[in-house]
């Protein structure tokens, strides 16, 4: 599947032909993951072909355009928002795999978290001004945002589109803030604080290992939800109870806490059929959440991505045992699903595109 979707000229896999032909940041970097586990050097060709739509003040975009589509933002060739920064989760897996990351690679992707570190932290958390940062497009907890809690195309796209309209962006052109969107997304800021701590063992650089461990402790004050045993999302501006839908990307702090009781209990709802465990799961979304529907895109599909940042947090936390669950159900899954984007958690059934190019980081599990 790898092999199909790389683009030589250009470095980088599109994660389908038909339905994403363009770079997205998260998918590059789940693509370099796993070239790596296949002992594949392009990992790193695609790394650079994230950074090579950074902007000179650090500020990775989420997109670089493949083809004509419309603008996100004011920027000819790249979007104006950004993605979790799983790129230095990717520098790690090239550097385990035997292949040292450039300098360059590893300056660039100083520079990208610095960006973040300057420009998004509220009150020591990291925020985000739209849902296309977090990755997880139209996710429940999007919700008191939207004004709804069902899925409709309709009212999420005009969600989506007047909330573009309203971005207020850098001279640059990078997103800067929103006046009705800003929010701090546990998951986001979990795999930022990994990424901080991941990148500060790569480079032996103090500052991040403090700065990595400084937003795992914040995150646990301000968003640890006791009754839920998960971190809820923390809004600045607009917003309401749906910030508390238990989602998975909720459970992923677990990566980063400082709180072994809080990891474990976090992580034990992945093995609980009557939350998140499923035959193909882990389920997006806990089955007894009225907003569960195992089959629409981010409102409750299983998601190989999501999947492999959970087996990181089980690997951190010593679970063999759901290290292994996950890596069964994730490629049991993948093989029924087709290499579908996203597929039902109940039946294995492949949803969205297929194949989709980031289902291959299930040979990194
Ligand atoms: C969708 C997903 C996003 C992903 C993109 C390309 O927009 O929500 O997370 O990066 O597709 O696969």
Redesign the pocket.
Known sequence: MLEQAWNGDRGYCV??RRS?PHL????SCFHAIAWFAFGDERGLRELEAVFAGQLPDGFVP?MRYGRRTYARGPLESVSSFT?PPVYARALKAASDAGFAPSPRLLEAAGRALESLWRDRLRDGLLVIVHP?EA????SPRWDSWVGSSTWNRRVWTSFDRALLAHTVFSPQGQAIDSPTFVVAPAAFNAIAADAASTFGELTGDAGWLARGSVLARTLDEAAWNAELEAWSDVAFTGGGDSVRVPTLDGLLPALCTPNATKASAALNQLSDVERFAAPYGPRFVARRHPTYNPSQY?RGPAWPQLNYLAVLAAKRRGDDELVADLAESTKRACVRAGFA?YWNPETGRGLG?RP?T?AAVAAAF
């Open positions: 994660p389908n994403y997205w940041l998260w998918d989420h993605q296309w990755g997880t497009d139209d981010w984007e595109a989709q980031w």
